[in-house]
Structure formats: C-alpha cells, structure tokens
C-alpha cells in the first residue's frame, strides 16, 4: 500500500508560526548584547498590548506576510518607547493587521510616530489590502517616542514590525522582541543563564534541508571555564515542529563550576484567555493507566507531572496537548527522555502558560572533558481542535520518527507465543517443543507472521527472571535460537527474541565475570548494568549483534522489570546528582541506536514491565509490542487503553486472552498492528476452526494498513462494562476507512449513533458491517457526519467492525 502524503494537511500559517518561534530562539542565541527598551501603553481602545504578537495573539501580520518581531495593538492607541541611550535613527513597518476579522470589517488607519505631541513621521491612511508602510527617519538625538495608531475602532487591529532604534553607541535595538528567551535555561555557578548567556561566544552552524529538516547547530562557550553548551536544532520543513537539545561540554583541564537546575525547556506562550491542558497518566499494570484529562490553566493553575523509578512512562505520559480552544490553536509538547524527566506546566495572567521541563535532578560539576545530554524537547504548532492536532502528531510520527525497515514502516503481524505463566514463562520450553507448538499452528491453519520466543531461553534454573547470562541454554536448545528461527524462516515466519539485559541476578555470568560494571542499590538484591560505563555498553552492543546476526533474529525484544533510579541515585556523590543517570540514558541511546546502524533491518520492541519506557526518543527506535502487564482479559480496559494509545502512536501491539477459550469478542478487541495469540496448539478442546476464521478476518482488516491513516475517537473514553466505545481510522487521499465499535457486556443500549469524521460533505460513501453478504448502505459525506450512522447489536458484548469507502 503506498504510503500517505503525511504534510498535506499542514496549514502555511501553522508552519509559519513555528518558524517564527524558531527566529525567535535563534535570535536569542545569536545575541552578543541585551538592551531592553521600556515599552509603556498609555492608552489602547480595545484589548492588550502585545509584544511578538498581533492583539488578538496570532502571529503579526501584515498583507500575508509574517513577522517574529513588533508590537500587536488597537486603534485608538498610544505607546510610549524610552531607550537608556540617544536615538539616532528608527527604522520599521506598520500596517492594519491581515487576519480573518479584519479582512471582512476593518477601516483605514493611520499611523505616527510622535514626540512631545508633535509628529516627527506619519503614514498614508492604510487598509487590511494596503503594502506596509515603511519607517526609516531621522531621531536627531531622543531617548523617547510615542507610537500613535487613530482611526474607526471596528476591528481596528494594528501592527508595528520590525521597529530598530539605533543607538549613538552603534547598538541596533529590536523594540517588539518577545523577552530573551532561547527556549531552555540553567543554573551555572549560582547564576541563572538570562543573566550572562548572550556574552558567550557563538558559533553558528546550519545545513542544507535533508529529508525535510534543516539541523542548526548554536554553540556558546564560556570565555572563563571553556564550557560549551551546544544547542542542536532541528526545524522540519514539511511540519509545524520544532525539535531540539542540549549538550554541555567541558573542553578545560580543569573541574567546572557547579551545574544546576537544566531545564531544557523553558518558554510561555500566550494565544488565548482560556488554555487547556490534556495530559494522559502512564502505564503502570492498572486499568487507569493511559487515561486521558484536560484541566484548566486560566486561573494560574500549577501542575507537575514525572515518572515513578526512573523509567519514563511509569505512571506518568511525557506528551502533552495545550489547547486554546476559543482561538483553535495549541501546541503539542513533548519531552523524550528515557529515565526520570520533571515537566511544570503553571497558569500565568491573561491565559499565558509557562512550560519548563528537564531532567528532574541536574546539580553537577564536570569533569574535564566530559560531556552530558539533556532531554529532547519538541513543540509541535496547531491550529484547529483537538483532534485534528493528534492526527497532525500522528502523521509526524509516522513521516519522521518510526523506525523503518527496507524504507518502510513496520508492517502488520501475527505473532503467537508458547510458553507458560508465572516464573517459568518459556524456562521450561525446549528446542523441540518450540518447533512442534510451532507445526501445530500451521496444521491448524494459523497464519503467523512472527514466532515468539520470550523470557526463559537462557541458564535460568527454570526460572526467568534470573538474568545476566546472555547465552542460549545448550541443554534445552541445542541448536540454538538458530534452529527455530531457520525452520520459521522457511516457513516465511520471522522470529522475535526477548531479552532483558540491563537487570543483572546473582550469580549469573554478568555478576560473576564483571562486578565493575554493575551498579548496587540497599533497595534492590539484583544490580544494574551501568550503561553509562564505555566498556559495558560496548560489551553488551558487540555481544547482542553477534547473537542476533548469529541467531537470525528478526525482532530484538528489550525488557526492563527494574527501578533503576534508586541505582542511579545511590551511585552519585552530593556534587554530581543526576549525572550517572545521565550517562546511563546516553548509553542506552547509543546501544539502540548501534544496533539499528549495524543490523538495518532489526526491528526493536520496547518494552519496561509492560508500557513504562515509551518515551519519543525510544519510539524512534522502537515499536511498543506489549504496552502493559494489566490483565490481558481484561477487554474494557484494553478497548480504552487503545483508544488513548492510538493518538499517539500509529503502532503497538495486543495480547490476546484468555487463552483456554476462542472467543470472538476479545478477539476483536485485540485487534492491533500486532495481535499476539496465547493458545496452547496441543489443547485440541479449543475452537480452531473459529480462531482460524477470525485470523483472517484480522488479516483482511489490518492488509489495508488503516492503521497508518487518520485516526478519530468517536465517543468519549470509557472503561466501564455499560458503555459503548467506538473509533475510526480513515485514509483521506483513497476517501475509505473502517470503524471498530465496542458494546459492552453491561450496556442496556442495543444500538449506538456514530457521527464520521474526516469525510467529504459532497461524496456518497458506500458502507457495510466487515461480515460476508452484509448489506451495503449508500449515505452522503454530509450526512454521515451531521447525522451520523446508527449500529446495531443483538448481544452483549460484541464488537462491530464497519468498512466504507467512496461510491
């Protein structure tokens, strides 16, 4: 199936406030010297003074042109400028603000810029459709000024732009600049960086667009210390997203000061009186995890939110949406650190809301020559509701961030698991009973996709948990995971292998042979493989390459059943906290990303005790096959854990259960990109025919790849056993879609209307249940979305699948 044309949806005015926003920041950072003007408004008919923004906060604009810098106003106003030094020139642009209101109802105005009540410069009256006016006069010697806009008051939005006072000491002053801002800030030497950051020395680097991205690279280095702060940007051309972070390096021979207090990032944004926050809570193996809510932030309102233990999606969901749903216009933010990240989201006056996030303990000297990370940060720019920003994040992901194989993103898979529950999981399975469960699948009629070979594989004394010796158990498997991967592998059937290296049992070959790379905690009795430590990472990198290159191994499972930062924390002394966690996530980050580098074709799965290490910058490496250990049988709660999961990852897997029984309705509510089956093939009790029947039908749905178009929730989360729950995923290019409905075991309601999303008004769409001879319906676009489409079940609970696409 050919992929989407992702950007299509992109709005020109979204991509022009990101690129505004990054203007901004650079400007920032490329500052040698700071004069602040006074800015005073002494009289304003309608609304606030604003500054960066037009008076309604949108970006400035003037005739379709954009501008990062100016003053947003309202005829009639008045707007005194006072500067610290004589003025001896002013130079800008001024014009009625080019928006949709304006547009349909403003007048002419005029603009003058005046002195003492005298008028040193004015312009022609100036319409919505007028060219800017251009300012460049004389200043003869003021320090102050007065902007003066007058006119009929009706929508009356008036824009200064590009205002520059130079000064008599050769400084060029930018009045209407946001405050110095370069999106993140820190603490050096007891300092704050606002206070010195723009005296250090800059170095500029920009290359050419690649794959849509334009990299910019600013690096600030102390004159005093040789400190580098390195501040790599990413601006995707195609999208309304800006990505960056940061790297600080010691470049002297000697210790720096101390380091504190990294925010990576640090920023408010005002684009409305009343903001929303939607936040999501993480997975945690409970039926709340991954539930979704939305607070206010228009009475100053403070909410923080960081992971439990280290692991970055423990209980708490590092992707945000900030929402001014009045304006119809937000901001996606998102924090990819995998390890123990703080985010503070605070309510300011007027709806403004300032964001600051990092790693949550920073408080560090380095040494010399030493470097560390701090997390990604990215801002994704919207307009539009809430749904619409999701499918834009989706379409992001999936252009920019999957991991992909031979060019292509991940397909869909069939996968089934042999093993047992509990502390054996496959430490009892052998080489021989693997390819038998394996021939039992196929003489039933099971078509597979990936056979799973999880915990247990290794010496273990028959128990799985008791990690640390990374080699196949000769006893049980004497042919290696070689022997079974080759025989899938002829079969057409990839293979996928867990393992879980970074939690270290007594007594296994890791703790014996390399004690001095494992980290010890007093609240743990296992230790932790020190990823930050060179000579472990490259042990583990060269030793899980040859495996799987030896192996033949398709999928690379890495699980993480361990708090670590009670490790990290216990290894740090009181003037370098939080600096082994950083070297740690380093590690990790290099070790998947050599895996990718070596083994091009490996696909990674993700997995932390289920859902609990799913942050962005592992979800460019990684899928999420197994996004929580909450009871698989629970289908209310797996229903609403995909209906959350779905609007931010396009990819993921499910576990089907029970796994005694064939049963059509959690059947379908296992339906993913990968459905992981649980059947023991020898129980000839089961309903195979019927399991075989529904595998098709999975393989029917998911063939046409729905999952990697728009995706819409149709009614409101829910987990509980009386509701309905309902989505929709549809392709807007091909005018097709599907529709997955849930009515479940309690619910009295035999019938539901859904009302479509993302639909043409003016097409007919044909649509039927996805059941052989069911009946097709001929309904407009229009309809569909306005009256929307009735469902009807005869039992509870079932699920109901419909597919539609263009008449």
Same mark, same amino acid.
């Given at each position: 199936?050919?992929?989407?044309?992702?950007?299509?949806?992109?709005?020109?005015?979204?991509?022009?406030?990101? %690129?505004?926003?990054?203007?901004?920041?650079?400007?920032?950072?490329?500052?040698?010297?700071?004069? $602040?003007?006074?800015?005073?408004?002494?009289?304003?008919?309608?609304?606030?003074? /604003?500054?960066?923004?037009?008076?309604?906060?949108?970006?400035?604009?003037?005739?379709? $042109?954009?501008?990062?810098?100016?003053?947003?106003?309202?005829?009639?106003? %008045?707007?005194? +400028?006072?500067?610290?030094?004589?003025?001896?020139?002013?130079?800008?642009?001024?014009?009625?603000?080019?928006?949709?209101?304006?547009?349909?109802?403003?007048?002419?105005?005029?603009?003058?810029?005046? &002195?003492?009540?005298?008028?040193?410069?004015?312009?022609? !009256?100036?319409?919505?459709?007028?060219?800017?006016?251009?300012?460049?006069?004389?200043?003869?010697?003021?320090?102050?000024?007065?902007?003066?806009?007058?006119?009929?008051?009706?929508?009356?939005?008036?824009?200064?732009?590009?205002?520059?006072?130079?000064?008599?000491?050769?400084?060029?002053?930018?009045?209407?600049?946001?405050?110095?801002?370069?999106?993140?800030?820190?603490?050096?030497?007891?300092?704050?960086?606002?206070?010195?950051?723009?005296?250090?020395?800059?170095?500029?680097?920009?290359?050419?667009?690649?794959?849509?991205? +334009?990299?910019?690279?600013?690096?600030?280095?102390?004159?005093?210390?040789?400190?580098?702060?390195?501040?790599?940007?990413?601006?995707?051309?195609?999208?309304?997203?800006?990505?960056?972070?940061?790297?600080?390096?010691?470049?002297?021979?000697?210790?720096?000061?101390? #380091?504190?207090?990294?925010?990576?990032?640090?920023?408010?944004?005002?684009?409305?009186?009343?903001?929303?926050?939607?936040?999501?809570?993480?997975?945690?193996?409970?039926?709340?995890?991954?539930?979704?809510?939305?607070?206010?932030?228009?009475?100053?309102?403070?909410?923080?939110?960081?992971?439990?233990?280290?692991?970055?999606?423990?209980?708490?969901?590092?992707?945000?949406?900030?929402?001014?749903?009045?304006?119809?216009?937000?901001?996606?933010?998102?924090?990819?650190?995998?390890?123990?990240?703080?985010?503070?989201?605070?309510?300011?006056?007027?709806?403004?809301?300032?964001?600051?996030?990092?790693?949550?303990?920073?408080?560090? @000297?380095?040494?010399?020559?030493?470097?560390?990370?701090?997390?990604?940060?990215?801002? &994704?720019?919207?307009?539009?509701?809430?749904?619409?920003?999701?499918?834009?994040?989706?379409?992001?992901? &999936?252009?920019?961030?999957?991991?992909? &194989?031979?060019? $292509?993103?991940?397909?869909?898979?069939?996968?089934?698991?042999?093993?047992?529950?509990?502390?054996?999981?496959?430490?009892?399975?052998?080489?021989?009973?693997?390819? /038998?469960?394996?021939?039992?699948?196929? $003489?039933?009629?099971?078509?597979?996709? #990936?056979?799973?070979?999880?915990?247990?594989?290794?010496?273990?004394?028959?128990?799985?948990?008791?990690?640390?010796?990374?080699?196949?158990?000769?006893?049980?498997? !004497?042919?290696? +995971?070689?022997?079974?991967?080759?025989?899938?592998?002829?079969?057409?059937?990839?293979?996928?292998? =867990?393992?879980?290296?970074?939690?270290?049992?007594?007594?296994?070959?890791?703790?014996?042979?390399?004690?001095? =790379?494992?980290?010890?905690?007093?609240?743990?009795?296992?230790?932790?493989?020190?990823?930050?430590?060179?000579?472990?990472?490259? =042990?583990?990198?060269?030793?899980?390459?040859?495996?799987? %290159?030896?192996?033949?191994?398709?999928?690379?499972?890495?699980?993480?059943?361990?708090?670590?930062? !009670?490790?990290? @924390?216990?290894?740090?002394?009181?003037?370098?906290?939080?600096?082994?966690?950083?070297?740690?996530?380093?590690?990790?980050?290099?070790?998947?990303?050599?895996?990718?580098?070596?083994?091009?074709?490996?696909? +990674?799965?993700?997995?932390?005790?289920?859902?609990?290490?799913?942050?962005?910058?592992?979800?460019?490496?990684?899928?999420?096959?197994?996004?929580?250990?909450?009871?698989?049988?629970?289908?209310?709660?797996?229903?609403?854990?995909?209906?959350?999961?779905?609007?931010?990852?396009?990819?993921?897997?499910?576990?089907?259960?029970?796994?005694?029984?064939?049963?059509?309705?959690?059947?379908?509510?296992?339906?993913?990109?990968?459905?992981?089956?649980?059947?023991?093939?020898?129980?000839?009790?089961?309903?195979?025919?019927?399991?075989?029947?529904?595998?098709?039908?999975?393989?029917?749905?998911?063939?046409?790849?729905?999952?990697?178009?728009?995706?819409?929730?149709?009614?409101?989360?829910?987990?509980?056993?009386?509701?309905?729950?309902?989505?929709?995923?549809?392709? !807007?290019?091909?005018?097709?879609?599907?529709?997955?409905?849930?009515?479940?075991?309690?619910? @009295?309601?035999?019938?539901?209307?859904?009302?479509?999303?993302? #639909?043409?008004?003016?097409?007919?769409?044909?649509?039927?249940?996805?059941?052989?001879?069911?009946?097709?319906?001929?309904?407009?676009?229009?309809?569909?979305?306005?009256?929307?489409?009735?469902?009807?079940?005869?039992?509870?609970?079932?699920?109901?699948?419909?597919?539609?696409?263009?008449?």
């Amino acid at each position: 199936m050919k992929e989407m044309n992702y950007s299509y949806i992109v709005k020109t005015e979204e991509l022009k406030i990101a %690129k505004t926003f990054l203007e901004n920041i650079l400007g920032a950072l490329t500052t040698d010297d700071i004069v $602040k003007p006074e800015i005073h408004c002494i009289s304003q008919d309608w609304g606030k003074l /604003q500054t960066g923004v037009s008076v309604t906060r949108r970006p400035l604009c003037l005739k379709g $042109k954009i501008y990062s810098t100016g003053l947003g106003t309202h005829a009639e106003s %008045k707007i005194l +400028i006072r500067l610290p030094r004589r003025i001896l020139r002013i130079t800008g642009l001024c014009g009625v603000d080019d928006n949709p209101e304006t547009r349909k109802n403003s007048r002419s105005l005029v603009f003058s810029i005046e &002195m003492k009540e005298r008028k040193i410069w004015e312009s022609n !009256p100036l319409s919505v459709d007028s060219e800017p006016a251009e300012i460049d006069i004389p200043a003869n010697g003021i320090q102050e000024f007065f902007l003066c806009v007058r006119g009929p008051i009706t929508y009356a939005h008036a824009d200064w732009v590009n205002l520059r006072a130079y000064l008599e000491n050769g400084k060029i002053v930018e009045i209407g600049k946001p405050e110095y801002f370069c999106g993140f800030g820190f603490y050096y030497d007891d300092r704050h960086s606002t206070e010195f950051f723009h005296n250090w020395k800059i170095k500029e680097k920009s290359c050419k667009e690649e794959n849509g991205i +334009i990299c910019h690279t600013i690096t600030k280095t102390d004159p005093q210390t040789s400190l580098d702060v390195i501040c790599e940007i990413k601006e995707y051309t195609k999208f309304p997203v800006i990505e960056w972070r940061l790297k600080f390096e010691n470049r002297s021979n000697r210790t720096t000061p101390l #380091l504190r207090d990294v925010k990576s990032l640090d920023t408010t944004f005002n684009y409305g009186i009343f903001p929303y926050l939607h936040y999501w809570t993480g997975d945690y193996a409970q039926p709340d995890g991954y539930e979704p809510f939305c607070v206010s932030l228009a009475h100053q309102e403070i909410f923080n939110f960081s992971p439990v233990g280290g692991r970055p999606t423990n209980r708490a969901w590092p992707y945000f949406n900030l929402e001014w749903q009045e304006e119809h216009r937000g901001i996606i933010v998102a924090i990819g650190w995998p390890g123990q990240w703080l985010a503070c989201f605070e309510g300011k006056e007027d709806g403004a809301v300032h964001i600051s996030a990092g790693q949550q303990n920073t408080h560090f @000297k380095l040494l010399s020559g030493e470097h560390i990370y701090s997390p990604t940060s990215v801002l &994704m720019f919207y307009q539009g509701d809430f749904n619409r920003s999701q499918n834009l994040w989706r379409r992001w992901m &999936m252009a920019h961030n999957m991991p992909r &194989m031979k060019g $292509k993103l991940p397909s869909q898979m069939l996968a089934a698991y042999c093993g047992k529950v509990g502390t054996s999981e496959m430490a009892l399975e052998t080489e021989k009973s693997q390819i /038998q469960s394996f021939n039992m699948y196929r $003489k039933r009629g099971i078509k597979l996709d #990936l056979w799973w070979i999880d915990a247990g594989w290794y010496p273990c004394n028959g128990i799985w948990y008791q990690v640390g010796t990374w080699d196949v158990d000769k006893k049980r498997f !004497p042919g290696g +995971i070689r022997a079974i991967s080759d025989y899938c592998r002829k079969k057409q059937v990839k293979t996928i292998v =867990w393992f879980e290296p970074e939690r270290v049992y007594p007594e296994t070959w890791l703790w014996n042979h390399h004690p001095e =790379w494992l980290l010890k905690s007093t609240k743990n009795s296992n230790r932790l493989l020190n990823l930050g430590n060179t000579d472990a990472r490259k =042990w583990l990198t060269n030793h899980i390459i040859q495996f799987i %290159k030896k192996h033949r191994i398709n999928v690379y499972r890495q699980d993480f059943n361990i708090d670590p930062l !009670p490790f990290w @924390k216990e290894n740090d002394t009181p003037d370098r906290q939080g600096i082994t966690e950083n070297h740690y996530v380093e590690g990790y980050l290099t070790f998947w990303n050599e895996l990718r580098t070596k083994i091009p074709d490996l696909l +990674i799965d993700s997995c932390a005790s289920g859902g609990r290490r799913n942050d962005l910058e592992t979800m460019k490496l990684a899928v999420p096959l197994h996004k929580t250990d909450y009871n698989y049988a629970d289908n209310d709660v797996k229903q609403a854990f995909h209906y959350s999961l779905y609007q931010w990852f396009p990819y993921f897997g499910a576990l089907l259960w029970p796994f005694d029984n064939v049963d059509s309705y959690a059947f379908f509510s296992s339906i993913a990109p990968a459905t992981v089956l649980n059947y023991d093939p020898a129980n000839v009790k089961l309903d195979w025919k019927l399991l075989k029947n529904l595998t098709e039908k999975w393989r029917a749905i998911t063939n046409t790849l729905y999952f990697y178009t728009d995706y819409y929730p149709l009614t409101p989360y829910s987990r509980d056993d009386d509701d309905w729950i309902a989505w929709q995923f549809h392709n !807007p290019e091909k005018h097709e879609g599907i529709i997955q409905a849930f009515r479940r075991r309690n619910c @009295k309601w035999s019938s539901i209307c859904l009302k479509l999303q993302g #639909l043409e008004q003016k097409l007919t769409y044909t649509i039927s249940e996805f059941e052989p001879h069911s009946k097709t319906k001929r309904i407009s676009g229009k309809k569909l979305m306005e009256s929307g489409i009735t469902i009807f079940s005869r039992k509870t609970p079932e699920a109901k699948i419909l597919i539609y696409r263009k008449d």
